[in-house]
Structure formats: structure tokens, C-alpha cells
């Protein structure tokens, strides 16, 4: 799928070669509706169509050229009359298919020229106006962003300890998807766009180079859309796209920061229940052989003391105490990072984000406004041919 404006001021889908259909009003041949696609399938076509019509051209006037220095050979050596003669009417079928195949490429150039200047041609001004629009859109839509998240820094770290919830842990996951999502969809938005123009004008060039060469073509003529392509050629290579997928790709990293250090403090949460849990259990089993050998049981007397089963238990849940104090003081300084980090990183990555999202969306509104009001200037210069060809 590509990218390209989808006519509600915002990132759209669009159908399978890049660009979505747009009403263009009745072009005089009761099609009403037209469709840029269709329009760039018919000019693929008629491409394809000139192609093989030029093609046969180049194979019949070789094979003309053959008859013609055969003949030549035939009268030099004086070549029995009926044999010239023959060679002759070949030559003249062959004209006729030439003239044929001339008609034929005069009349797909002229279909060409025609599509490419009353239906492409327009339908590239409203795609540029509804880039501008949708820049602007999203413009306005960055601005109240950016504000919003500049309230994050009105947020302090409270002395609460409460630890992440399932429901946080989830919010988080989610987040990253979504941020995830959005650094491709730019990132494809772009790439699309760019690599539009560049073919676009690209087979214009082309088109136009081979229709100033061609002997076969008559119909040359200076086109508008030529230089409205390379003026949004140069447009598009102005824009800091990097500058703004960064800032994404930054978000996503402090998010995934955030999502890590969750897992951790999860796991962490993990091993100090376990070692709770096992406390518990060894005290339990203490209790019982106190209540079995009595609570100080032991054999002998001062150095001689000997260790009974009671005392080798009491040393083993002292021990298990320890450790699940200190697993608990561990997942407690994990919930107090986990908070710290969730709200620093918030607080420095989305500001930085949607400030760098609204400077990208303010030089794309600007550029699409300079190229579709470059196309509308009453005082257009003509098409430098010598530009072009260089």
C-alpha cells in the first residue's frame, strides 16, 4: 500500500498504486468522476501501446531498407525485370504499413498528450492542494498536541509506592504498538510520496526528451506539468523527514525503555513473593517441630551444645527472613525506578516529538503552498528545453 491524502487532513491509505481516486468534475466525455489511477493506467497503456507501434515502425523500415539496397544491387547487375518488379510492389506494402504505423504513433502521442495534459495534469494540481491541506491539518493537530503534553511537566513523582498494575503494563505495550505503527506509516508516507514524484517526473523527462528527438512525433509541445513536477520534486527534497522520523524513533526507544524496565520490576515483583512464599512455608514447618521438641530444644551444655533439628530450622528461616526482606527492598526501589523513568521519559520524549512533528508539518504546508501557488501564477515561464535535456 502507499501513502497520500486521503482528503480528511490527515495519513491515508490508499488504493494499490499509491494514490486514492479524486472527484475531478465532468471531463466532457460523461465520465464525471475521474480516477487518478485509471488516468495513470490509460497513460501505461498508450505507453505500452506506442512502444510496440515504434517498434514495428524500426522492424518495417529495415526491412524496407533491405528492399531498397537489393534493388539497388538488382538495377546495377541488371537483374531479370519480373524480380525487380516484384521487389518493387514489397517495397511499396511496406511503405503502406510505415504510413500505417506513422498514423498510428501520431495518434497514440496525441492520446498521450491529451491525458497527460487534460486529466493528469489537473488531477497533480488537486493532489498538491490536498497535500496542502492535509499539512495544514495536521499542523493545527501537532499544535494542540504539543501543548497537551507540555502539561507533563506540571507532574511530579509522588511519594505513593503503589506498583504497576497489569492494567499500566498493558497501556504501555499498547503504546509502543501504536508509536511503532506510526514511525512506519511516516516513514511509508514519505518514501511514497518521494518515490512518486521522482517517477512521475522522471517519465516526463523521458517522454518529453524522446518527443523533441523523435522524427516519428509531431505533436511537441512545452508542458505545465512538467515543471510543476520538478518544482514538488524539490519541494519533497527540502523536507527534514529525518529530523521528524527521529524524534519518532526516539519516543518508541524511551517507551521501550519503559516497557523493559516494567518486565523487570514484574519479575523482580516475581522473586520477592517467591521468597516470601518459601518464608512462610519454612516458618510453618518450624512451628511444628517447636510445638513436637518444645520451642529452645537442645542436648549438652555449654561448648558441647549440639544443634537439634528446632535450632538448624530457626537458622534457616532467619536466613529465608533476610533474603525476602532484602527481595522486598529490591522490588520496592524497582517500583520507585519504574515511576521515575515512566515519568521522565514521557515528560522529555512526547514534548520533543510533537514539537518536531509541528516544525515537519509547518515546511510541508509551506512547500506544497509555494509549488501548487508556483502552478497558479498568472506569469508562468516557459518550459526550459535545455534544462530538461541536460
Not at 36 to 60: N, P
Not at 349 to 355: L, S, T
Amino acid at each position: 500500500m502507499g501513502w497520500a491524502w486521503s482528503g480528511g487532513g490527515g495519513y491515508g491509505k490508499t488504493s494499490s498504486n499509491g494514490f486514492s481516486r479524486f472527484s475531478m468534475g465532468d471531463d466532457g466525455g460523461g465520465s464525471g468522476i475521474l480516477s487518478h489511477s485509471s488516468t495513470v493506467e490509460r497513460l501505461y497503456a498508450w505507453e505500452k501501446k506506442l512502444f510496440l507501434d515504434v517498434k514495428s515502425y524500426e522492424g518495417l523500415k529495415q526491412e524496407h531498407d533491405k528492399k531498397v539496397g537489393l534493388l539497388r544491387k538488382q538495377e546495377v547487375r541488371g537483374v531479370d525485370y519480373l524480380k525487380m518488379e516484384k521487389n518493387r510492389m514489397e517495397m511499396e506494402s511496406l511503405e503502406s504499413k510505415m504510413l500505417v504505423a506513422t498514423q498510428s504513433i501520431d495518434t497514440t502521442t496525441s492520446e498521450i498528450i491529451r491525458l497527460r495534459e487534460s486529466e493528469l495534469f489537473p488531477q497533480l494540481l488537486e493532489l498538491v492542494a490536498g497535500l496542502m491541506s492535509m499539512w495544514r491539518g495536521m499542523y493545527e493537530c501537532h499544535q494542540v498536541q504539543t501543548h497537551m503534553v507540555q502539561q507533563l511537566e506540571y507532574l511530579t513523582n509522588s511519594l505513593s509506592t503503589n506498583p504497576t498494575s497489569n492494567d499500566h503494563r498493558q497501556a504501555a505495550l499498547q503504546l509502543e504498538i501504536e508509536v511503532d505503527r506510526w514511525y512506519s506509516a511516516f516513514c511509508s508516507l514519505v518514501k511514497s510520496q518521494r518515490d512518486y514524484v521522482y517517477s512521475l517526473t522522471g517519465w516526463l523527462r523521458l517522454s518529453l526528451f524522446q518527443c523533441h528527438h523523435n522524427p516519428l512525433v509531431k505533436n511537441i509541445q512545452n508542458s505545465d506539468i512538467y515543471s510543476l513536477c520538478e518544482e514538488w520534486q524539490q519541494a519533497i527534497d527540502r523536507i527534514p523527514d529525518k529530523v521528524a522520523s527521529e524524534g519518532i524513533k526516539t519516543l518508541l526507544s524511551v517507551i521501550h525503555a519503559v516497557v523493559v524496565q516494567q518486565v523487570e520490576e514484574q519479575k523482580q515483583k516475581k522473586r520477592s513473593d517467591a521468597a516470601f512464599k518459601e518464608f512462610e512455608k519454612k516458618t510453618e514447618e518450624l512451628r511444628s517441630l517447636e510445638s513436637k521438641y518444645g520451642p529452645y530444644s537442645a542436648e549438652g551444655y555449654g561448648e558441647m551444645t549440639r544443634k537439634t533439628p528446632v535450632s538448624e530450622k530457626r537458622a534457616k528461616v532467619e536466613a529465608l527472613r533476610s533474603r525476602a526482606d532484602e527481595e522486598k527492598s529490591k522490588y520496592q526501589k524497582s517500583v520507585g525506578v519504574t515511576r521515575a523513568m515512566t515519568l521522565n521519559n514521557l515528560q522529555t520524549g512526547f514534548p520533543n516529538v510533537f514539537q518536531a512533528m509541528t516544525g515537519f508539518a509547518s515546511v510541508c504546508m509551506e512547500a506544497f503552498e509555494s509549488v501548487y501557488n508556483f502552478k497558479r501564477s498568472s506569469d508562468r515561464a516557459p518550459l526550459d528545453m535545455k534544462r530538461l535535456l541536460t
